[in-house]
């Protein structure tokens, strides 16, 4: 139960997750525009996910595609 409670409450707080074993995490600082980081936000509200998975998500679709197409 304890472990549904914290994945709920960080879904719904917003607040990071706890890495996946093994997984080093960095803490880092982005400057975005006013309106993308308001998209990214309202996509990360709506997923019910916080904005550093949305932006994890995106970092990580961007690079498998090997950058710019």
């Not at 607040?15 to 308001?38: D, F, H, N, Y």
């Amino acid at each position: 139960m304890t472990a549904v409670w914290h994945t709920v409450y960080h879904v719904i707080i917003g607040k990071k997750r706890p890495p996946k074993r093994g997984q080093e995490m960095v803490k880092t600082t982005l400057r975005l525009s006013a309106e993308v980081w308001r998209k990214a936000r309202v996509r990360a509200l709506d997923e019910r996910v916080s904005f550093q998975e949305i932006v994890e998500r995106a970092l990580d679709q961007y690079l498998s595609k090997g950058g710019r197409s």
